[in-house]
């Protein structure tokens, strides 16, 4: 008996102890976040006050209503949604589709060929960027805008969004796909059905959870993504979006930093809506069990 009472208070203690780390934590890593949202009310020249103050003095909407009624800002909105929504949509079918195969299917060399998968997961992605710029600027379409080639174009970054992504998201959904019973793949082929019917009734909702959080995460790194966008875009005023608008917000010589605040703050609303409504949306486990009789 005591030594249960022992253990149950020794366990109340480390949760005590766990507990006050992780409000430690969150108050340290809150504070720059706090010193932004409170400097993006105030109105500064060129200059951050001193000392810093996590309470603004004054609050004015000034650098929200001059981001706000920046024309460039529209133009860099609707690109990165169009982006981000084309992007993950594509990234999707095609990570799905190729989990299942390598899951499911055996094909000739299909170790082999989710080695080399791995295998570029393990290159930095800063690496690539050159031969991705030479690669798309040599494929030429004969539709407008894009017989030069695909550097500069919306095509193109999607392109090597979809094509740097498709493998992680590949190793993820292919280890959940893995999980699932093999009974269930077995009773639909012994009823006469297809691959395409298992993984259209069976793989998909099966999957939901695991499909919702790669969707969380790829909305959130197509939105944020500034150094690809910055190379292979370059200086197209169209093509701009959000992380490169915000980049530039950075004078040469000075910075209006309640601007680059408030902006920072308008680009991450998204992101943050995102993560509140689909907050439930993680991998769980057990989705399947009781589906097959033991």
Known sequence: MNKLKSKKASERIGQILLWLFLLFALAIFSVPYLFMISNSFEKFSFSLPFPPRIFPKQIIFDAYQYILGLDIFTVAFRNSVINTVLTVAIELLVATLSAYGFARIKFPGREMLFNIYLLTLMVPGFLNIIPQFITLGA????????????????????????????????????????????????????????????????????????????????????????????????????????????????????????????????????????????????????????????
């Not at 980049?247 to 920072?264: M, P």
């Not at 907050?279 to 033991?294: A, N, P």
């Open 139 to 294: 494929i030429k379409l004969p539709f407008p805008g894009l017989s030069e080639g695909l550097v500069g174009t919306r095509p193109g970054l999607i392109l090597i969004y979809v094509a740097t992504g498709i493998c992680g998201y590949t190793f993820f959904l292919r280890n959940f796909f893995r999980g699932l019973p093999e009974a269930l793949s077995e009773s639909v082929i012994m009823d006469g059905g297809t691959h395409m019917t298992i993984f259209t009734r069976i793989m998909l909702p099966l999957s939901k959870p695991a499909i919702g959080t790669m969707t969380i995460l790829a909305l959130q790194g197509i939105w944020e993504e500034y150094f690809t966008a910055k190379v292979l875009l370059g200086a197209n005023e169209s093509m701009i979006t959000l992380p490169m608008l915000l980049q530039r917000l950075n004078g040469e010589h000075a910075t209006r930093w309640e601007w680059v605040f408030a902006a920072s703050i308008l680009i991450q609303i998204p992101v943050i809506i995102l993560f509140i409504l689909f907050q439930r949306k993680t991998v769980i486990g057990g989705l399947s069990e009781g589906s097959v009789k033991q």
